[in-house]
């Protein structure tokens, strides 16, 4: 190889080095098939404040279905205790008035003494929250809320007939603020009677609304 061919060597490969060093710095770091890069904005979830007071006194009022004798109005109140987040207790009473409206239309004289018989009951009861959440007040505003079963023992006193009595249900309370909850209760008392010439076991099913104040 000659001088001159030599030279036009050198500077050809000089050129090559050049080029490809301004190729490299000209093209962007990371993925050269990324076009867009993505903005997340992260969301700021706050979780349900539930109140922290562990003591609740309420009044309620509703319909209590005696067996064989109808639905009737019923009123009470309930005393309890939250011994968790989950687990609560609670003592209830309550009362109503039985007809045997039905029955003296069949049979002179009726089932009862009177046109309506007393009964009232009281029970203690352990109950659990299962879903605890948020209702959604208009568009914006939510309040805590929890579902919640429940079940106990007690006694049943009607018609001068005392019974042993076991309960079970269901409900869901909403906080108002943290101080009060609006609750409604779907329970079934079961208790044996003997009023219609042989011993039975009654379901009897009461719905009831009603204010629950926590301190």
């Known amino acids: 190889m000659n001088n001159k061919t030599f030279r036009k060597a050198s500077l050809a490969t000089l050129l090559a080095a050049a080029s490809f ?21 992260r969301r700021d979830i706050e979780k349900p404040k ?14 209590y279905a005696t067996q064989n004798f109808g639905s009737s109005w019923v009123y009470g109140a309930r005393i309890g205790y939250h011994i968790t987040e989950d687990f609560f207790v609670e003592g209830v009473y309550g009362q109503t008035k039985v007809s045997d ?12 003494a009177k046109d309506t018989e007393k009964l009232s009951y ?26 919640y079963i429940v079940a106990g023992v007690g ?20 906080y108002l603020a943290d101080w009060v909850a609006l609750q409604l209760d779907l329970r079934d008392h079961i208790f044996s009677l003997d009023l219609l010439g042989k011993r039975q076991s009654t379901q009897n099913v009461e719905l009831t609304g009603g204010l629950s104040f926590y301190f």
């Open 21 to 41: 060093g301004s190729l490299a710095q000209s093209t962007p770091a990371g993925n050269p098939d990324q076009v867009v890069v993505p903005e997340v904005d």
């Open 101 to 112: 409206e039905l029955f003296r239309q069949i049979l002179p004289g009726g089932i009862f």
């Open 50 to 63: 539930f109140p922290s007071n562990d003591f609740e006194v309420g009044l309620f009022t509703g319909t």
């Open 155 to 174: 006694s049943t006193k009607f018609d001068q007939q005392t019974k042993p009595t076991f309960n079970a249900g269901f409900g869901y309370r909403v």
């Open 122 to 147: 009281y029970n203690l009861s352990i109950g659990y929250n299962l879903f605890p959440g948020e209702i959604f007040i208009g568009g914006r505003r939510a309040r805590p809320s929890q579902f």
